[in-house]
């Protein structure tokens, strides 16, 4: 039972949440949400501050489990990790303007990182490149597209994920592999003085 009133909690937030902004929700609202009483809110969570922590734990769980076979292509994958944003417009844009940003952001970076990383990894399949070098340019385009990521929440999501997906891989498709090269010393610049 205990489980089916949390994930009951928790849609009732998610519900809240696309309807109105993070910082007007109270305990009560999602409690007569869904049927329950305070007391049973605060027995499955801490404070909303809990709830929030939890659901995004739970979104980056989902994707830990769709990493473990690999996507065809990065842009799959951040498809993949845009899933639940695009399912909840409102509630993402909510959370970005609210004092949960710092935890939007920090699972947005989980979850893109990890789609990036194993591009970069698989793209590097049989050289013999550092993992230090690797990881230095994955978190190079991970921030990249957090950047773009945030900019796109930040002007409400009104531009089609898929255009700016497209954008993105004109960029990303071609310059990962002269990254890769200059991080294994194949094609660095001339230094020139």
Known sequence: MSKFTKQAIMNSFMKLLNEMPFDKITVKDIADDCGINRNTFYYNFQDIYALVD????????????????????????????????????????????????????????????????????????????????????????????????????????????????RKTGILFDVNIDNAIDAVDGKKMPDKTT
Request: glycine fraction near 4%.
């Open 54 to 165: 939890e659901i995004l734990q739970n979104e980056i769980n989902r994707l830990a489990e769709m990493h473990k076979n690999p996507y065809p292509s990065w842009s799959d994958g951040l498809l993949s990790v845009a899933e639940f944003a695009l399912k909840n417009k409102k509630a993402i844009y909510h959370l970005h303007n609210s004092v949960k940003r710092h935890q939007l952001d920090k699972y947005l970076e989980k979850a893109i990182y990890g789609v990036v990383s194993e591009f970069v990894f698989r793209k590097a399949e049989n050289r013999n490149i550092a993992q230090d070098s690797l990881e230095f340019v994955a978190a190079f385009y991970c921030y990249a597209l957090l950047g773009l990521v945030s900019k796109w929440i930040d002007t409400g999501m009104q531009e089609d994920f898929g255009e700016v997906l």
